[in-house]
């Protein structure tokens, strides 16, 4: 059963943007086809009284919506208002990314699409059937954004967004680590989060300026988003919606031309240890793919961080790996060492529940970031299997743990570590193989983790040896312990390359 979250896909539609078909005429037989659809494709997750609370539900988050309270996010309605029959159109053919609801479209054909819509009604038939609820007497209208350069809008935004202080929940550069992040809760006192407004793909309902300035008139009902139609003029939510349709990054635009190959840049001198050096600016940047692992238990069906961002720098003895990546919070305190083994390698449940017993907060631990280098990569056409190798293909691993930079040396900072399964955790090299070395710094809502080491090492065959010229597989592990990550509990990549190939080095 996969309940990972839905992830981007090449052209995905914004929710306001989607044409929708004339609602059809529908009577009661309608209404218990729409049953039937809820039942085969709905109930497992919003639960047969349309509750919110399927048998899925513990495993997920955000958590299903209630259908009993009449409270959706995507509207076209003012705050408090039920929605459209249009906009439950909307959010069924598309799916909200970023969360476990799938777009339907092509699953479930229009006429089954507006049936279950009638049928989801029913769950809350005191609230659709009274006419002093009619959604269609509070329709929110979008009209043109205000006259004038673009970047003016940005800027008259971006003081909209600091003088009605959205820094507090969103953080001061929109990364979600605002101080009150830590603290909200939804309508059903779950936890939830700010979004980060980097990840456009996550937003709900996309990522437009109109779509934002549809979300700020709105509000998201059932969570701490809140409409701003009574206190922002139309002006000041226009100016909102393009600053933050300014923030929002399009990951596609960092990928490698290849897809798969990181271009890695050779300078004479040392390699920079510090994550700002300027040195990295020399370096392409490339956005890596992430998501929760799904092959061994206990598997993790959110993981935080979806997106990873590389550079590679070497030179004639060493290689060096700048790692980033949002995280709303800093978690560098050591963990407990016997739960992170129970809870990263010893759980029971195949997916783990996420708020066992009514807990409203995960434990956490601390934060890190890893790569994975296939042992023997130049001596097998094979890879082994990206979550830590296997039997015969051993993998090493670079590990980077925030709570292992107190120390304030960066040979501490950095553990090498051998892996040959998902079994049992990888073990840690002996202490006259540990070359590796790093360190990370933590601003505004992003790691910037730096991961150096030999090329070469007097351990010969026994661990990873590179070489200049070379196509180097490799892999990467990132734990966000706010969010409950340890062990197997992890966002991961598929194996990707390393070209150390340079034609002539750049002088520093």
Not at 431 to 454: E, F, K, L, P, Y
Request: glycine residues 8%.
């Amino acid at each position: 059963m996969g309940i990972l979250s839905s992830a981007p896909t090449e052209g995905t539609s914004q929710w306001y943007e989607l044409r929708v078909p004339e609602s059809p005429t529908l009577d009661d037989t309608d209404v218990e086809a729409g049953r039937v659809v809820y039942q085969e494709r709905c109930w497992f997750c919003h639960g047969e009284n349309g509750d919110g609370d399927g048998p899925v539900a513990p495993y997920l988050f955000p958590r299903p919506r209630d259908f009993t309270m009449g409270s959706y996010k995507l509207r076209t309605t003012q705050s408090g208002e039920l929605p459209l029959d249009e906009d439950l159109f909307r959010t069924i053919t598309l799916g909200i990314d970023g969360t476990a609801m799938p777009g339907w479209e092509s699953h479930l054909t229009q006429q089954d699409r507006w049936r279950v819509i009638a049928y989801i009604k029913s769950f809350a038939a005191d609230l659709f059937e009274d006419e002093f609820f009619d959604p269609y007497k509070a329709i929110v209208e979008i009209g043109d954004p205000p006259s004038g350069a673009e970047e003016d809008l940005v800027l008259a935004g971006q003081t909209v967004y600091d003088e009605n202080q959205c820094w507090e929940c969103h953080g001061a550069l929109g990364r979600g680590d605002g101080e009150r992040a830590s603290e909200l809760t939804d309508d059903w006192e779950f936890p939830v989060v700010p979004a980060d407004l980097h990840i456009g793909w996550k937003l709900k309902g996309g990522q437009s300026a109109s779509e934002l300035y549809l979300r700020f008139s709105t509000g998201l009902d059932g969570t701490p988003m809140p409409s701003y139609e009574a206190t922002l003029s139309e002006e000041e939510r226009w100016q909102l919606a393009y600053y933050i349709a300014s923030l929002t990054v399009d990951v596609a635009d960092n990928r490698s031309d290849t897809g798969v190959i990181i271009p890695a840049r050779q300078i004479d001198g040392p390699l920079p240890i510090e994550p700002n050096g300027a040195e990295w600016e020399r370096a392409r940047e490339v956005s890596v793919p992430l998501t929760g692992q799904a092959t061994f238990a206990p598997r993790w069906q959110i993981p935080a961080v979806t997106d990873l961002v590389v550079r590679v720098l070497f030179n004639e003895n060493e290689i060096a790996l700048r790692l980033a990546w949002n995280d709303r919070f800093a978690d560098t305190t050591s963990q407990d060492s016997l739960l992170a083994l129970a809870e990263g390698w010893s759980a029971d449940d195949t997916y783990p529940v996420l708020f066992p017993e009514g807990q409203r907060v995960r434990g956490y631990f601390n934060d890190a970031a890893e790569v994975m280098i296939p042992v023997r990569y130049d001596r097998t056409p094979v890879l082994p299997h990206f979550v830590y190798g296997n039997t015969g293909q051993p993998v090493d691993l670079w590990r980077w743990q925030a709570d292992r930079q107190s120390t304030g040396k960066s040979s501490a900072a950095v553990m090498e570590l051998r892996a040959d399964g998902a079994t049992q955790p990888p073990k840690p090299h002996d202490m006259d193989s540990q070359n590796a070395t790093g360190g990370g710094v933590w601003a505004d809502g992003r790691w910037t983790v730096v991961i150096r080491r030999s090329l070469q090492t007097e351990a010969g065959s026994e661990e990873v040896q590179l070489l200049a010229g070379d196509l180097v597989p490799l892999a990467f592990h990132v734990w966000e312990g706010n969010n409950g990550e340890t062990g197997l509990r992890m966002a991961l990549s598929s194996w990707v390359f390393v070209d150390l190939h340079e034609p002539a080095p750049l002088t520093s």
